[in-house]
């Protein structure tokens, strides 16, 4: 499985239209991923990161091109249908980490698990909860939590299906040295240990140097896309 590309994203461009003017933020974006693989999004702000991560997840529809996530062409897939690829395939963390507020850490976590109809929910969740060092947290509401605590929930509540590949905007944008070295860890011992597709949109250039590869963007288009001088074991190449 390792030649599988997990993600194919052919000649996507986006536009916007925000008070009946078009603003096109992506330009002709193509790239695969390969599964298992790690990658990272760099850039300056706006220049359309967060679209294209959104894109790729199916958060939001290209407005040209394709988007085959695990070999499924996201375009055409109604709302209901993007819903369950979602749930089915992937795991999103979110830059505000969008936790629910009437909702306790456990109860963000067990969310996901719930669409899935599994069984032994708040066990799973629990010892996510755990694996993340928020055990004694359980029961606390997101307004009770710290920026690095939500982003630990936030972090246990992408894991929880095992998705083939979890997309993360700026993990660490918002934490301080020590709580970014613990997700940068548990995002990495999720790649190695169950084989999960990374892909981070960063702006910390040494974690990006963790991944295998890199991809800068600038105005909506690819500048460059170069495997990682440490870890260039699996390499991705544009065609
Ligand atoms: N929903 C939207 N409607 C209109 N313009 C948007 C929307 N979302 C983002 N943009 C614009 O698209 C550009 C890229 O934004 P974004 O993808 O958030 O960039 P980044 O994540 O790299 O900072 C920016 O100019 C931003 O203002
Ligand atoms: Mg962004």
Same mark, same amino acid.
């Given at each position: 499985m390792q030649d599988f590309n997990i993600l194919d994203i052919r000649n996507v461009n986006k536009t916007y239209i925000s008070a009946g003017k078009s603003l096109q933020v992506l330009h002709n974006i193509n790239f695969f991923v390969k599964k298992g693989s790690s990658l990272a999004i760099t850039g300056a702000s706006g220049s359309g990161k967060t679209t294209l991560l959104g894109l790729c997840a199916g958060l939001d529809k290209a407005t040209e091109g394709n988007v085959i996530l695990n070999g499924i062409d996201l375009k055409g897939l109604t709302e209901d249908e /993007? &819903? $369950?690829?979602?749930?089915?395939?992937?795991?999103?963390?979110?830059?505000?980490? +969008?936790?629910?507020?009437?909702? =306790? &850490?456990?109860?963000?976590v067990m969310v996901p698990l719930e669409l899935r109809r599994e069984?032994?929910?708040?066990?799973? $969740? /629990?010892?996510?909860?755990?694996?993340?060092?928020? &055990? %004694?947290?359980?029961?606390?509401?997101?307004?009770? /939590? *710290?920026?690095?605590?939500? +982003?630990?929930?936030?972090l246990a509540? $992408?894991? *929880?299906?095992?998705? &083939?590949?979890?997309? $993360? %905007?700026?993990? =660490?944008?918002?934490?301080d040295g020590e709580t970014s070295v613990k997700i940068e860890q548990l995002l990495f011992d999720l790649n190695t240990q169950a084989?999960?597709?990374?892909?981070?949109?960063?702006?910390?250039l040494e974690l990006a140097a963790k991944t295998n590869r890199i991809i800068k963007i600038k105005n909506g288009e690819i500048i460059s896309d170069e495997p990682t001088l440490e870890n260039p074991t699996i390499i991705n190449q544009t065609v």
């Open positions: /993007l &819903a $369950a690829v979602r749930n089915q395939h992937i795991g999103f963390i979110f830059q505000n980490f +969008q936790l629910m507020p009437t909702l =306790t &850490a456990l109860e963000n069984k032994n929910i708040k066990t799973i $969740a /629990l010892d996510l909860l755990d694996k993340v060092g928020l &055990a %004694d947290r359980s029961h606390h509401y997101p307004i009770q /939590l *710290s920026g690095g605590e939500q +982003q630990r929930v936030s509540r $992408a894991f *929880s299906t095992k998705p &083939a590949i979890l997309f $993360a %905007d700026e993990p =660490t944008g918002n934490l084989g999960t597709t990374l892909v981070i949109v960063t702006h910390d």
